[in-house]
């Protein structure tokens, strides 16, 4: 079973708007990542951050986590066209550092 | 530096055939890790190889298999395709013991 779920399953904006998708997972982790993947494409690695953090921010992306309700959130701020993707969470746990994939939020940025 | 390459992006095979995959990580990279992409069970781990050796294994059966090089290239191969292992490849690199993966573009296979 999938250790993260984003939420929602998709996300569909217009241009300028801010985009949030959140991540829920089930066990405690050692950190959580947000990674983009562009239709049919790689994944490309975003933000990582550690269980005792509790924000961190990239450009317009703004992550929060929140270890005790099990969650994370991802935000894009003015979004762009070319930020449509697909964007996943990965949780590590336990003593392996190998992620665990959600099944990831479709976001449509429209011009 | 070059980012992680796989080869070939595209193949069709025919169930029962076997397949062999390329992946050549980032240089300097020692860990590579590989992952299947389906719609219906979204992105899951198959293994890690580091330094020639498997570190990590996920829950696939033994048709699926890999191997490292000593210069960190690796292959996977999967053998008596089935038409559930239609599925995009990535293959993902890192320093090692980096928890940050660089991944490739993929290869989508595709079995008839």
């Known amino acids: 079973s999938q250790q993260g779920e984003e939420d929602p399953q998709a996300l569909s904006i217009q241009e300028g708007e801010n985009a949030t998708m959140n991540c829920s997972y089930k066990t405690s982790i050692n950190n959580l990542q947000w990674y983009r993947q562009n239709s049919g494409r790689g994944l490309v690695h975003l933000i990582l951050i550690r269980s005792n953090e509790r924000e961190k921010h990239s450009g317009r992306l703004r992550v929060t986590l929140d270890t005790s309700k099990k969650s994370s959130s991802l935000l894009i701020t003015a979004s762009r066209a070319a930020d449509t993707a697909s964007y996943f969470c990965?949780?590590?746990?336990?003593?392996?550092?190998?992620?665990?994939f959600g099944r990831g939020t479709s976001l449509i940025v429209h011009p | 530096k070059a980012g992680v390459t796989q080869t070939p992006r595209y193949l069709i095979k025919t169930r029962g055939q076997q397949v062999t995959l390329s992946c050549s990580p980032i240089s300097g990279h020692r860990s590579v890790s590989w992952y299947q992409q389906t719609p219906g069970q979204g992105l899951q781990f198959l293994f890690e190889y580091f330094s020639e050796t498997q570190r990590n294994k996920g829950n696939f059966p033994g048709r699926f298999s890999g191997r490292q090089f000593s210069n960190s290239r690796s292959e996977m191969n999967v053998s008596t395709l089935e038409l559930g292992d239609s599925a995009l490849y990535l293959c993902?690199?890192?320093?090692?013991?980096?928890?940050?993966?660089?991944f490739g573009p993929g290869t989508r296979l595709t079995v008839t």
């Open positions: 990965a949780t590590a746990t336990g003593g392996s550092y190998i992620p665990t």
């Open positions: 993902a690199s890192s320093l090692g013991g980096s928890v940050e993966q660089y």
